[in-house]
C-alpha cells in the first residue's frame, strides 16, 4: 500500500472514531424550533394604526365600532352565524378575539392581497381606496 493510501485510510479511522466518540448517541433526538409563519402580521399592525394607532380599548360611537380592529356589530353577527361562536361587540376589546375575527375575514382572501383583504375590511365603495392608501403608508 502506497504512504499517501495509508495516510488517507489513516485519516478516515480516526475521523471514524471521533466522529463515534463526539456524536450523540442513536437515542437522542435533536429538535430546532423556529417562529412561527405569520403572513399577516405587517396588515395587522398596519390596520391597527389606521384604526385605532394601535389601540385596544377604541370606541367609535358613530359606528359602534370596537377594539384594536373597530369591529362593528354586524361583523360581529356576521362572524358569529358563519363561525357557531356566540361573542358580542364588547368581546373585541379583548385583542386575541379581535384578531381571530379579524384573520378569519383575511384567510377568505389569502395572505398575498392586503389590498383586497384591507379595503373588504373598510366596507365598500370609494372610501376603501382612501382607506387602503392610510394602510399603504404603514406596510
Known sequence: MSLI?????TVVILLTVSFKVFAPSSNAIIVFTSQPYEPF???????????????TL???PEEEAVGYFQIRPIR?????ERTGKSYKPAD??????SEKV???YASEI???NFEKIAKNW??????TIQYWKKVKNYL
Open 76 to 80: 360581529v353577527q356576521d362572524y358569529n
Open 102 to 104: 379579524f384573520l378569519y
Open 110 to 112: 389569502g395572505p398575498y
Open 41 to 55: 402580521r405587517r396588515l395587522i399592525s398596519a390596520i391597527g394604526m389606521v384604526e385605532t394607532k394601535l389601540d
Open 58 to 60: 377604541a370606541y367609535n
Open 92 to 97: 373585541m376589546y379583548d385583542y386575541q378575539t
Open 5 to 9: 493510501l495509508r495516510r488517507i485510510l
Open 122 to 127: 373598510n366596507g365598500s365603495g370609494k372610501k
